[in-house]
């Protein structure tokens, strides 16, 4: 082992191996014998591949390279596709990225390629009509749509809506049936088994999802066509996330519900019952940040595959009796997720510390899971196992008492240790959201700082999910105020236990975590001598009055307050208007095609750093959304993120180029 300063320390793990580990597997099912699910693929400019793997466990792409198996239904997707039987020969539908449309698909031969076929019309707008959340009704698919009415997408409306199998309505948009539009925003709707009754969450602004959602419940005619629908649960104080029928039990829905202040699950009848099915101070859910997502599934006999836990998340059984019976076995798996079912088996993506993702199949009585996908299969990759950090939780207290959430990563690298006495210097992570959190994964853009000697702690600010409706609701008219001095607390703990260097301290943080990261370097300018900014919102009024995105569009008015009443904590909070205070050095990274943070905030921003002299770099990325897709834009935000922190906590970090921090901007 090698003494050396930290983050001078050599590693494996290359910014091109961090952009190509955030490969994601999501949205699986069952097909007979068969597993299908998507996978982003960042390698291939951010694609996500329809993927399946047969009984005789051989893995591949279903569809063509052409094909992008991704909705952009509220700017951050929701479930993209469904098999419509249980049959792999009865095919399948999915959005298709590059243009939005719903396309239906059957499955060839070995060399036979699939050849999808539209089923919905084309938009007024170039791709301004966004599907998800599809089930399938007879010869129809029901899914939820949303129609763009203006360019900048800014203006939509939302139904509820049954596309034609036969693909009538691909050249007739008269052949697209309206359902229902109880809401502004809706989930798509989910038919009982017995085909008498839908439901679908909706809710209104100014509220977001994780405020108030209601269960909506409407009988379906024998024309198809739904009745009145009623509110069945859920209301402007209660989050209904998710529900699904029960799949032997006509008339009953589960439902996963805050009403303990924890999101529980419930069994919900037509008359109004309601039972709870395991009261515990523990998350069953989370945000619904993403149409049609699922946290539990039912199996019959009021059995169901479940997820749980407070921060991180087991794979458990629920049983009848509301008794929980964890599945996996494995301590250091810390997050379950994607979860799909063929009514006895369950398969889900499982990740920890030391585990960065596997595709698993496990079935009711627990025992050794079956891996379908494995995350790592090179050998190169695989021995960067022995680099990633070792994580762990941590509480710590804020100055009125009040716990703070974080994940710590101490530097760490198999081969290097550092001098005697040394200190490691620390970079703060905040996440997006802000109503969402990190998970306690091996995630290798976090091991390509702390395999070099840069040690991580991600805070789960107030405001934070997986800790219960309190936890979340402390950021209520408190973003700026609540979220800054948290990420001080967790690091000044680590400063107070001796763990990290007072004198070397940053910030980084993307989407609401650029905001954070950019108010704390205003806030606390003696503590933070350096940040990484990912496409942040920097100034709330510009913000709500230039627009973005309709899912997002009245969020300030829980984070800050409504508007104009107070606008005076407006301008308070905002980073821009605070820009006179920063005095540390900082990347900032910006997709231009960026809908839900534009870029013209960063500009001007960025100009009063100029004005004020303070060194920086602007990066951009003309092919980037909000939250950036592609490898090599990866790999150009770490390499200009650690730079800066050499420069900035003095070290020469081996084998990265040099940044500019010269208030140049760089394309």
Known sequence: MRTSPY??????IGADAAAAGQKKVEYAAFLGEEVWWTEWRPGESGRVALVRRAPDGSVGDVLGPGWNVRTRVIEYGGRPWLPLGADPAAGFVFTHWDDQRVYRAVPGGPQEPVRPEPISPEPALPGGAHYADFSRVGDEVWCLREVALTPDRSEVRRDLVALPLDGAAAADPAAVRVLAASHHLMTGPKVSPDGRFACWLGWDHPRMPWDGTELMCAPVRPDGTLGPARVLAGGPGVAVSQAEWAPDRPGVLYALSDTTGWWNLHELGLDGSVRPLCEREEEFGEALWRIGAQ??????????????????????LLEADGSLRDLDGRAELTEWAALATDGHRVVASAAGPRNRG???????????????RAADT???????????????????????????????????????TAPDGELPPYVVQAHGGPTTRSQLVADLSTAFFTSRGIGVVDVQYGGSTGFGRAYRERLREGWGVVDVPDCATAIRGLVAQGKADPARIGIRGGSAGGWTAAASLAAEPELYRVAGIYFPLLDPEEWRAQGTHDFESRYLESLIGPWPQAAERYAQVSPLRRAD???APFVLLQGLEDAVCPPVQTE???????????PH?????KDEQHGFRMAQTVVACLHAELSAYGQVFGFEAPGIPRTDLSAARQA
């Open 7 to 12: 983050g001078t320390w050599t590693s494996p």
């Open 295 to 316: 946290w539990f599934l039912p199996v019959g006999g009021g059995r169901m595959f479940v997820t749980h836990g407070v921060g991180a998340r087991r794979l458990a």
């Open 358 to 372: 596997e595709l698993l199949l496990i079935g009711p009585d627990g025992g050794a899971p079956e891996v379908l």
């Open 378 to 416: 090179s050998a190169a990759e695989t021995s960067n196992v022995d680099h990633l950090p070792p994580g762990y939780h941590a509480v710590f207290r804020g100055p009125e008492g009040e716990e703070v959430h974080a994940y710590v990563y101490p530097p760490h690298n198999p081969g290097f």
């Open 581 to 583: 205070r920063v005095r």
């Open 604 to 614: 001007r921003f960025l100009e009063r750093m100029r004005e004020n002299g303070v």
């Open 617 to 621: 770099a602007y990066l951009t990325f």
